[in-house]
Structures are given as C-alpha cells and as structure tokens.
C-alpha cells in the first residue's frame, strides 16, 4: 500500500467552509440541526454520522488551537483567556448536546445494520460516554479542564541561574551531564530548591483537583475516582489488578537490571558512591553528548533520520514544518512537557516540546514523530470517532519510533564512539523508564483510593512507593526534602490522571516491535503501518496482535522482553 504526506484538510459539506467557533449562539444551530433531523434510512444515518463528525472535528480543532497557543506562551493572558472560554462557556454547552446525539444513535433501529465489526469499538465507546455522562459533572470537569491548565503557568515560569546565567529547568538539566561533579550537584540542588518554592502551590492544585476528581466519581455512582477513570479512559481489555502484576513484574524483573546498570556507571565514574547528580555524567575527559545546537537543527537532521527510516515518514514531518505546526525550543513561559497534538480536521499535528540540546531531546523528537505519523495514518477515516485509537496502541507509534530510528541516528552522531554512546544511552533508559512509571502509577492508584488523605500522608505515602522503585545502587542520603515533593514534576498527575500505565504497556509492545525489526526491518515496519491504520476501529488486543504482537502484562512476558534489551545493551558494550 502507497501512502502520501500530501495531507488534505478534510471538506465541510455540513458545516460553511468559513465557520470558525465565536461563540456558542453560532454554534448551537447544527446541533439543532442533528438532534431534530429525522432519521429514515441507513444512507440516511450514515449521512446524519458524517454531520456529526464534521462538527465534533471542528470544535475539537478549535479546541486544540486554543491550548496550543497557550501552552507555547504562558504569560499571555488573551490566550489563556480564550482557552478558559471555551472551557467555560462552550463546552459546558456542547456536553448535553453530545450526550442526546450519543442517545439517538444507540436508539436509532437502524444503528443495527450498520458494519457491526467497523463500528464495533466505536459504539462501545458511545455506550460508555452515555453510561458515565450526568448533566451535575459538567461545571465540575469546566471548573477541572481550567485549572488543570495552571500547572503549566506555575512550571513555566520556573528558572535557576548558572554561572550568570539564566535557564529553564529543561535547559539546566544539561548541566547534569557536565564531567564537573561540584557543578553538577550545585545544579541538580538549585532545580530542586527551585521546585520547593512552588511545593504548596502545587500541593494546593492538586488537592482541589483531587477534590473535583472524586466529586465527579460519586456523581457518577463510582466508589472512587480510579474506578471512574479506568471506564472514562476505556480500559476495556485490563484491570487495575493488571496493574498491580505490573508494578510486581518491575519489582521482580526490571529493578535487578537497574541495580547492575547503575552499579556500571558508578565504577565507569571512579566514584565511592553514586548519587543522583551522576546518572546522566560521563568521566573525565568525555563530552556529553550535543546531538543539535537549535531547534531548526533538531527538525532538519530528525526530517533525514525518518526519510532513511522510510520515506513516508520523513515527508510527514516536512509536511509539518512547512505548516509552521512545530514548536521545538524551551523558554521562559513555555509550558513544560511534549505532545503531538492531533488536528481532526488539518490532519497534520501539531508537535510542542522543550529542546535544550540533548539526546532525551532527540528521543523525544522521535518519539512525538511517531505520534505524528499515527496522526497521518488515520487522518482519512470517515469519521472522526474512527480515529480515536486507545492510548497504549498511541504510544506504541512513539516508542517503536525511538527505537527503530537507532540505526539511522548517524544524521545526529557523526563520530561512531558517541553513536554507540548514544545507543547505550537509549536502551539503558528503555530499561530504567519502568520504575518510574510503576511508580507514578501506584501512586495514583493510592491517591484516589484514598481522597481523603492529607498532605502528610500523601507525602510519606509518595517516598514509601518511590523507594519501592529507587535503586539501592544509587545514594539519596540528605535528599529527602526534595525526594518527598517528586511527584511534582509530573505533568500528567495535573493534566491527565491516570495517563501514566500507557508508557509501560506500550514500551513492551515498542521492544516486541523492535525484536521484529532487528530481525527484518520491512516486515517490522509493515506490522507498524498496518496497526496504526486501523486507527480506533478495533480493540487494544486486535490491534497489539494486528502489529505482530501478544497483548501480555504478565511478569513472564515482561522478563522475557527486558533479557532481550539487556542482551542487546550487553552487545553494544563489548
């Protein structure tokens, strides 16, 4: 099958080519139009489907707009204020609206003889919103989706100096690959010190979101917000208790590897002990690595990775750049973080990130690349519904990506030594990601099952499960104070909760994919495109298997990956 980056902005026939999203008055008609048609025949209901779509891709476009801009400058208040408009005046408009369409389409007899395997997943999903709509939650998520977004302005105006100089905490951590272990140190405090000045201000949002989280559940029937979100999220295909065999399967199999990989960076540095301010280091005498000097650098040299990779996928990215839908570099008022943001009707996404000149900026590159070209794939279903494919199979695409470009990352490493530098680097980091994520997860799964914690306890609850998670061959003496306020920095607890587990399921899928790669890359590219296409139109299992992959969260499976990226590590070393 050909595919083309000549990405086409998708034709209204619905909506007027020129209607933009003011104001809910203007909006309210097509609504209207769509509740009060009357449905007669399955040409019919297809057509009233199609409506439905092209209105649901407008606003949700226009949504998008709206929190990019945001997002790329902080401290413009118009911006912020068009965001929080629509979050309060036209969303809570929508939400009723959605919920009666939602309604019409089950009640309809002839939602019956529509494609029952195409629309399989997406009326699932349409029965699941009408199960967990109630018209009291709506101020409620208004009011969360607002203040969600303060997590941002709070990290965005974060800054240390360094030797004169000012930075953001993305371009200070730099320095925490400096040889220098004094100057390390002093940075990695500052960053810390700097993220306490901000701790109850953080600890504040997050209580009321918490608040406004449970609140939501109970209005909803659920015991607990978790409860709520495993529905929300559609988690159809695994269980919390899945979850708790995960961060078992971390404990069992992947602290072992961390253990050995940071006791080997200890003795690479000569040191006693090794403390947290020397993970990233290299010994004396070694550069760290400078991958690309400015975000234009990072766009071009990433467009010639992909292009060897597979053409396709470095046109997509050009596609981008031309459409000015990339914002790479970190500075003072930019939120913090990285996403690909999906543009339902443009088609081509948008990629906001941090860069500062490092390799977790290449991989992070890559990675939302890989989210740009799921965004491409499924640009041409037929309707917006069929493209909204489960979380983990998205961040399959990005975590395939990081490790598929490897062979090509010559483009960013001319000198052979720091390639394979950087390809060490790389995996040992596809290794020790999994207990922070077990981490982060658990957490949460306390947090909410608890809401009515109190800061202390949410506290010591926080170090109890991370030094579950820490390494015993790294010393966190005298840290405790910065340790206990970790979580802080984790965007996803304020933005998006319970969006954390993903990153594991689908690292498992990116190494399975990449086993298939290291065996024929053509095939392994094959399965890649192929599940992505499908978009949402099947389930999270069909969708793994259609990838040439086991959908398995089992302790057995997950060993069995991570002996294969230790082994492939190993042969990188010798």
């Known amino acids: 099958m050909s595919y083309s980056a000549d990405i086409k902005k998708l034709p209204r026939h619905f909506l007027p080519v020129d209607f933009a999203v003011k104001d809910w008055e203007s909006l309210e008609p097509f609504f209207k139009n769509l509740t009060e048609r009357t449905i007669a025949s399955r040409p019919g209901l297809e057509q009233w489907l199609k409506d439905s779509s092209e209105l649901e891709a407008a606003i949700s476009e226009d949504a998008c707009w709206r929190q990019i801009k945001m997002t790329c400058d902080t401290e413009n208040k118009e911006l912020e204020e068009a965001f929080n408009f629509f979050m309060m005046e036209i969303q809570p408009k929508v939400q009723p609206y959605a919920d009666f369409l939602n309604r019409k389409l089950v009640e309809c007899p002839l939602t019956k003889e529509l494609d029952q395997k195409k629309f399989f997943t997406y009326l699932r999903n349409v029965k699941k919103n009408i199960d967990l709509f109630r018209e009291v939650n709506i101020p409620i998520q208004a009011e969360m989706n ?31 690959e400096d040889p220098d272990r004094k100057l390390r140190e002093e940075v990695y405090r500052k960053i810390a010190e700097r993220r306490l000045q901000d701790k109850e201000k953080l600890n504040d949002l997050y209580s009321s979101l918490l608040k406004k989280r449970h609140q939501i559940a109970s209005n909803t029937g659920f ?32 602290m072992p590897l961390v253990n050995q990989l940071y006791e080997e960076k200890r003795k690479k540095l000569g ?3 090794l403390r947290p301010w020397d993970i ?16 234009e650098e990072l766009i071009e040299k990433t467009i010639r990775c992909f292009n060897e990779l597979k053409p396709f ?53 890559v990675h939302e690349g890989g989210h740009a070209i799921h965004s491409f794939l499924t640009h041409d279903e037929e309707l917006n519904g069929f493209k909204e494919y489960p979380t983990e199979i ?22 052979d030594e720091e390639l394979l530098r950087a390809k060490e680097q790389q995996l040992e980091r596809v290794i020790t990601i999994f207990p922070w994520i077990a981490t982060i997860d658990k957490f949460q799964h306390w947090v909410y099952e608890n809401p009515q914690h109190n800061l202390e306890e949410r506290g010591d609850k926080w170090m109890s499960i991370l ?74 299992p069909e969708l793994f298997q259609s990838a040439g992959l086991r959908f398995d969260l089992s ?20």
Not at 394 to 415: N, P, R
Not at 520 to 538: E, Q, S
Request: contains cysteine.
């Open 146 to 176: 607002v203040e969600a977004q303060h997590f941002g302005m709070i990290s965005g105006k974060m800054t240390v100096t360094v030797n004169g100089q000012e930075y953001t905490l993305q371009q200070a951590a730099k320095f925490l």
């Open 223 to 254: 015991s607990n917000y978790r409860d709520f979100r495993f529905a929300e999220l559609g988690r159809f295909d695994y269980t919390k208790e899945d979850c708790y065999q995960f961060h078992e399967a971390v404990k069992l199999h992947v």
């Open 271 to 273: 040191l006693d002990t």
């Open 280 to 295: 990233d280091a290299e010994p004396d005498g070694i550069q760290p690595l400078r991958p690309f000097k400015t975000g």
């Open 313 to 365: 996928f470095g046109d997509c990215l050009k596609k981008m750049k031309s459409m000015g839908h990339l914002d790479l570099e970190s500075r003072k008022g930019k939120a913090p973080g990285g996403y690909n943001c999906p543009l339902a009707e443009t088609g081509a996404p948008f990629i906001f990130m941090n860069a500062a000149g490092q390799l977790d900026d290449v991989t992070t590159m």
């Open 394 to 415: 998205a961040e399959v695409a990005s975590m395939s990506m990081e490790l598929f470009t490897m062979d090509h990352w010559k483009v960013f490493f001319e000198d």
């Open 467 to 540: 030094n579950e998670f820490s390494s015993a061959a790294v010393d966190f003496s005298g840290l405790d104070e910065y340790r206990r306020y970790g979580w802080q920095r984790q965007l996803h607890l304020f933005e998006v909760p319970f969006y954390y587990i993903e990153y594991g399921i689908a690292q498992l899928g990116a190494i399975g994919l990449w086993q298939q790669y290291k065996k024929g890359p053509d095939a392994a590219i094959n399965n890649y495109m192929t599940a992505l296409d499908l978009g949402g139109t099947r389930t999270l």
């Open 555 to 574: 302790p057995v499976h997950i060993s069995g990956l991570m002996q294969f990226v230790k082994q492939e590590l190993d042969a990188f070393k010798k």
